[in-house]
C-alpha cells in the first residue's frame, strides 16, 4: 500500500470498549464493560412469527429496495410513541429510520459539522458520539456536569467565546457513561440557550424508556422554541441491537436534509428488519415487553449498588441511575483505573476505564459499570472481586 | 431553525433517480427508471426457513450486538466466492460486511477524501458514488471512456497534471449507467496505473455475477501489485436488496481502517441478516439461484436491445450490454433527455436522464434504461412508447 488516506484517519481509533468485549469474549470473565442488552431477554418466538406474516403477506416487498425515509407505518409509531412520552408533536415526516442512533450522530456529524467546528457535550459522554463527530474534523468543549445535568452558566460562558460552535450534544435520561438523568429545569434552560445563541442540538435517547422509578420527564425538544433541536431514539434497547434500527427526529425541514445525506450514505435502512419491527409493534404489547426489561434491569441495578455500598472502599463514589444500563464510578484522585482494570483482568473481571468518555482526555480515576446483561449472581461475585482489587489500591 | 449547516449541505441534492421513482410509483407508469431486481426471483420460501432455522438455534446471538467486522462464516464465504470468480487471494479478514455497496462507497469517502481532493471517474460514472464521495468534499476528473474501459492514455495525462489525485473509482463490469464491461488489457493498465501513481483504487463491482455471455474477466485488484486496489460486492442484486448487505474488500492493513471507520458511523450491519443470507448460502445452491436471475435478465435484455433497435429513430445510438441491469442511449447532440422524458412521463413512460451521471455536467443527449424489473410485455410496450416520442424529436 502506497497511497494516502484522509487526514482524518490519524485520529481515529479503535474503541477502546469494543477492543475490551473482545478481550471477554472468554467464558469466565465477568464483564461490566459492554452495554449490551440481557439477550434472554429478546422475544424470539414472536419474531420468529412475525418474519412468517411479514413474507407470507409481503415478501416481494419486504425484500427490495424501499425509500430512503423509512418504513411509514414504523415512522408513525415512532412520532406516537416519542409525542405520547415526551412531548413533542410530530408526525411520520418528522421520523427519518437510521441504523441504531449511532447512525444518527454520525448524519448528524455530516450534516452540521465542517472541520474545525465545535461540539459542546457533557463531561463524561458518549465514547461512540465522540468517534462520531470528530471524523467530521471538529473538536471538543466539555461542559461540567453535575446530578442535574449540565451547568448551564458554564455553558453560556463558553458560548459566548466561541465563535464556531455548531452543535450542543446530550443525553439526558440516564446517560451513558454516569447514569445521570437532567432536571426538568436544566432541559428547559438548554432549550433557550438552543436558541438563544442558534446552535443546533442533538438530543441522545437510547436509554429513555427504561426507568426504574419516578416519572418520565418532557424531552429538551418539548421545549423546542426555535427549532432547533433533534431527537434520536433506537429499538436496540427496548427491542433487539442485532436489527440495527434507530431514528432520528426533528423539524420537517431538517429531516429532510437528513434523507438526502443517509441516501448518499447507504440507501435506506433493512427493508424487512422495518417491517417486522412494525409487526410486531401491532400484534404484541411493547410496554407489557418493556416492563420485563425495567424489572429485570431495575433488580440488577439495585443489586449493583448495594454490593458496591458493601464491597467498595471509603473514599470511593458512585451513581445511582434511575434507569439505563450504566453507573459510573470516581476513584480517589491517584489511581488509574487502566491500573485497576489491569489487576481485574487477572481476576477475569473486566469495566470500561472512564479516561476514554472525556473527548480532551482527563479524569483516568473513573469507570463505567454495565448492569444489564449479566446475572444476579454474576453481579455479585464480579463486584466482590472488583472491590477486593480497588481494597489493595486504596489501602 | 436558525443554526447552521456544514458547507457540504449546500452540494447535497435530492437523487435524481430517487425522485423520479416517486412519480413512477403509480402502477400505469411502465418505468425504465429505476435499478431494481425482479421481486419475482427473491427466494422467499427459502429465507423464511432460514429464518426460522436461525432463530431456533441461535436467536439470541442473532438479535444480539455483533463484530463490526461482520459474521465470520458469511466473510469466508465471501472471501472463496471472490477468489473463485476473480482472480484474488482474500481470507475473510480482508472482508467487511457494509449496509449495501453504497455504504462500502461512503466509507471510501471517509477514509481516504479530504476537502479539495480529487476523484477520478469514468465519464460517465454512477450517481450515487457521485454523491456519497462529494460529501467528503472531493471533486472529480472525469476519464472519457469507450467500450474497453476508461483510456488509459487519457488517465495518465490528467494524473500528471494533478496534484491531490486521492481515489479512481471504477466500475469495470457492466458499468452503471452504461452497461459497458473493461477489457483485460485497460484491466491490467489500470492496476499498474494504480502502483505507479500511488493512488488507491475503489473496483465497484455490484453486477459482476450477472454474465448472460461471454467469460468472467478477472477483477483489476487480481492484477494489483501495490496493494492499493479495494472491492465492492452486495447481495442486492444476486440475492435481496432489502437486506443491505454487502461488503469491501482489500489488504488487511486498510479493511482494518475501514473497519475503525465503520465502529464510529453505525457499529456494525445487521447481525440476523448476516446469518440468514451465510445459513440460505449454506443450505442452497446460489449458483442455480443466480443462474434463474440471469436468464431472465438476458431475455429482457435481448428483448429490450431488439426493440430498441426496431423502434428508435436512425440517430440514436445505445449499448448492448453482456450482463448487469442497465443500457445507455445517446441521442443526437441537440436533444435534452430532460425534455424527452416530460413528454414520456406524458405517456407513463419513465428513465433517468443521463446529465446526472456526469459529475461536472453536460452528455444532456443521454439516458439509462434499466430493463431487470419489468415483464416483457411492459418492455415492448413501454420501448413503443418511448420510439414514439423519440421519432417526434428527431424528425
Known amino acids: ?65 424501499s425509500t430512503t425515509e423509512g418504513f411509514r407505518p414504523l415512522r408513525e409509531w415512532i412520532a406516537h410513541r416519542m409525542n405520547s412520552r415526551l412531548g413533542t408533536s410530530f408526525d411520520c415526516d418528522n421520523i427519518l429510520v437510521t441504523h441504531g442512533s449511532q447512525q444518527a450522530l454520525d448524519l448528524s456529524g455530516k450534516v452540521f459539522l465542517d472541520e474545525g467546528d465545535v461540539v459542546f457535550c457533557e463531561s463524561p459522554t458518549y465514547l461512540a458520539a465522540i468517534t462520531a463527530f470528530r471524523a467530521y474534523g471538529c473538536s471538543f468543549i466539555e461542559i461540567p456536569t453535575d446530578d442535574e445535568g449540565m451547568i448551564i452558566s458554564e455553558l453560556v460562558t463558553q458560548l459566548e467565546k466561541c465563535e464556531n460552535a455548531k452543535l450542543l450534544y446530550i443525553i439526558p435520561d440516564f446517560q451513558n457513561p454516569t447514569g ?49 433541536i433533534l431527537c434520536t431514539g433506537t429499538f436496540s ?21 437528513y434523507v438526502l445525506v443517509k441516501q448518499g450514505t447507504d440507501l435506506q435502512c433493512n427493508t424487512i428488519a422495518q417491517m417486522e419491527i412494525s409487526k410486531y409493534l401491532e400484534l404484541y404489547d411493547i410496554d407489557a415487553h418493556i416492563n420485563k426489561i425495567r424489572t429485570i434491569y ?29 453507573a459510573w464510578v470516581e476513584l480517589p484522585a491517584h489511581i488509574n483505573s487502566r491500573d485497576v482494570l489491569e489487576k481485574c483482568l487477572e481476576q477475569n473481571v473486566a469495566f470500561v476505564p472512564g479516561g476514554s468518555f472525556f ?37
Open 1 to 65: 500500500m502506497d497511497f494516502q488516506m484522509a487526514r482524518r484517519m490519524s485520529d481515529i481509533k479503535a474503541s477502546e470498549i469494543r477492543e475490551i468485549l473482545k478481550i471477554t469474549e472468554k467464558s469466565e470473565v465477568i464483564s461490566f464493560a459492554g452495554g449490551l442488552p440481557a439477550p434472554e431477554l429478546f422475544p424470539v418466538e414472536e419474531i420468529k412469527r412475525v418474519n412468517k406474516m411479514v413474507l407470507d403477506r409481503d415478501g416481494q416487498r419486504a425484500l427490495q429496495y
Open 180 to 228: 445521570r438523568t437532567w432536571s426538568l429545569e436544566r432541559r428547559k434552560e438548554l432549550a433557550d440557550i438552543s436558541a438563544r445563541f442558534g446552535v443546533a442540538v442533538v438530543e441522545d435517547n437510547p436509554y429513555g424508556e427504561l426507568r426504574f422509578e419516578g416519572k418520565t420527564l418532557p424531552s429538551v425538544k418539548s421545549f423546542d422554541i426555535a427549532g432547533n
Open 237 to 257: 434497547k427496548i427491542f433487539c441491537p442485532g436489527y440495527r434500527i434507530g431514528w432520528i427526529a426533528g423539524d420537517k425541514k431538517i429531516i429532510r436534509q
Open 298 to 326: 431495575r433488580k440488577r441495578r439495585d443489586l449493583s449498588v448495594q454490593t458496591m455500598e458493601e464491597v467498595f472502599p471509603t473514599g470511593v463514589s458512585f451513581t445511582r441511575p434511575q434507569g439505563g444500563l450504566f
Open 359 to 395: 473527548p480532551n482526555g482527563g479524569k483516568e480515576n473513573t469507570f463505567r459499570i454495565n448492569f444489564s446483561n449479566m446475572s444476579e449472581e454474576k453481579i455479585v461475585e464480579g463486584l466482590n472481586r472488583l472491590g477486593a482489587v480497588l481494597n489493595k489500591f486504596i489501602d
